[in-house]
């Protein structure tokens, strides 16, 4: 009976490059419908997971299937049902947004109502618009209807916001949620952790080719992350003994600053206290709860320096 739950199945997967393990032996699936966020540092191994999974790259050993079908088998059937927008995507200099949609709808052989699609990804006052002239932003938007000119029931998207400002990433993301309402099923590849923690279901980290964590950001961040972070900026750093002395771990940051990983809130007070007492006071206090970023530093800086190599792609 084919599996209707997950879009994305991978099963025992490498992919070596000689004596280099790229990818080695992971496993983990995609639900219809969710939006999955594939994190990894430079070199991890997943843009070659995802392109294993576009069928772009044929894996060494291990299994893949999309919308039930084996990526080794089946290319061209998957092919039409999937969108693909790569990293650093690019149009035609002086054709229109019209333009441009309507020449890669004819790539795929598509009838697609290009209007519906502009409406989609808040294009249409960009219609007529040379492709050249667009902010980067734009341009993104315009990857992203490219993406779906076959109508795909999963879309893979490749580091969809580098190098847009915060504004016009906002944007981009407003459209990405657009798409999970409407049902596709969304591989997400980023660097960008508040961009995975905001839109996430699922979230995998991937580090020196193995899948290092999986879950939902909010559990990632509760089962690794430190409950709270104190950080004490431009304070002497005899604060460091004192805070050592108290049993806790404090650490030099870049800027002068003192932080500080607790588990309560009571900490906090305790800390300040002492710090008052031998003569220190910070310039500022600051105090949060661990996000995904710092679970992602942390989960990607413990993995053992065995012999996995870095992927050379």
């Not at 004596?19 to 070659?48: C, H, Q, Y």
């Not at 084996?70 to 333009?99: M, N």
């Not at 190098?163 to 591989?187: C, M, N, Y």
């Amino acid at each position: 009976m084919p599996d209707t739950e997950h879009a994305i199945v991978v099963d025992q997967l490498c992919k070596r490059y000689g004596d280099l393990r790229a990818v080695d032996n992971i496993s983990f699936t995609v639900k219809a419908g969710e939006m999955f966020a594939f994190l990894g540092p430079n070199g991890a191994g997943k843009s070659t997971t995802a392109e294993i999974i576009e069928t772009i790259r044929g894996p060494t050993s291990g299994h893949v299937s999309v919308l039930g079908m084996d990526v080794t088998k089946r290319k061209a059937e998957i092919v039409r049902r999937i969108g693909v927008l790569p990293q650093g995507f690019s149009s035609f200099d002086r054709i229109t947004v019209r333009e441009s949609l309507q020449f890669y709808a004819r790539v795929f052989g598509c009838r697609t109502d290009i209007d519906a699609l502009m409406d989609l990804t808040n294009l249409r006052g960009k219609a007529d618009a040379p492709f050249n002239t667009l902010s980067g932003g734009l341009k993104q938007r315009v990857g992203i209807a490219a993406a779906l000119v076959n109508d795909p029931e999963v879309v893979f998207l490749d580091e969809p916001t580098t190098g847009l400002d915060p504004h016009a990433r906002r944007q981009v993301w407003e459209v990405l949620k657009g798409l999970k309402s409407r049902g596709k099923t969304i591989f997400l590849t980023t660097h960008y952790m508040e961009e995975a923690e905001l839109l996430a279901d699922t979230v995998a980290i991937i580090s020196r080719g193995r899948i290092v964590a999986i879950d939902t950001p909010a559990r990632l961040t509760e089962q690794h992350g430190d409950y709270l972070r104190l950080t004490l900026e431009s304070i002497d750093k005899t604060a460091l003994a004192v805070i050592r002395k108290m049993g806790f771990n404090p650490k030099p940051m870049n800027d002068e600053s003192i932080s500080v990983p607790l588990e309560n809130v009571d900490d906090v007070r305790r800390i300040l206290d002492e710090v008052q007492k031998a003569g220190l006071a910070p310039g500022s206090v600051d105090v949060r709860k661990a996000n995904l970023e710092e679970v992602f530093i942390k989960l990607t800086d413990e993995i053992p320096q065995d012999d996995i190599a870095e992927n050379p792609q």
